[in-house]
């Protein structure tokens, strides 16, 4: 497989740089910075390597063989480009990201249905100020007065109802 030739950089960097939080941008910065210059040096290079004028090394290398010897392993060597491994794990994790986001986005429009309901009940209450104690108690059942189920002293606060709390006096 031959590599195919880079000529620009196929990162949308404008569009990362809006993903990236504000604390990352220095790195980002740096990152983009080392892709750049790898970019640079890899188009400063030819695509391929120049040609060799092996006619003009036999003319003027006294040593018989030796070009030829250099010649033949030069046009023998194969640098392998590196098989990619990695893809489709890369196109899994990906699958499988996507999947978190479509399952991440139906439970929040799930949430966000409930949060709606409750925000809809809250606005259908009455103001607090034009309540009477009968409609805060329909209204907050469990946290409204009751005399008869679950009696209470004054302050009729939390601390002041726990047994042997030590600011409590004994009523008669």
Do not use: C
Request: charged content about 25%; cysteine-free; hydrophobic content about 40%.
């Amino acid at each position: 497989m031959a590599a195919r030739r880079i000529a620009q950089s196929s990162v949308n960097w404008a569009a990362l740089a809006e993903r990236v939080p504000p604390s990352q941008k220095v790195n980002l910065a740096a990152f983009k910075s080392m892709s750049d210059k790898y970019l640079r040096s890899v188009i400063v290079n030819p695509e391929t390597p120049p040609k060799i004028d092996w006619a003009h090394y036999q003319k003027n290398v006294p040593v018989a063989g030796m070009v030829e010897k250099f010649q033949k392993a030069y046009e023998a060597l194969q640098i392998p480009y590196p098989a990619d491994t990695v893809t489709s794990q890369i196109d899994a994790q990906e699958k499988q990201v996507r999947e978190d986001i479509v399952k991440f986005v139906k439970e929040s429009e799930s949430r966000i249905a409930d949060y709606q309901s409750q925000i809809a009940a809250l606005k259908a209450l009455l103001p607090f100020d034009q309540m009477t104690m009968e409609d805060y108690r329909d209204a907050y059942p469990d946290q409204a007065l009751d005399p008869i189920n679950r009696p209470t002293f004054w302050p009729h606060n939390a601390e002041e109802q726990e047994i042997g709390a030590p600011n409590a006096e004994p009523h008669h």
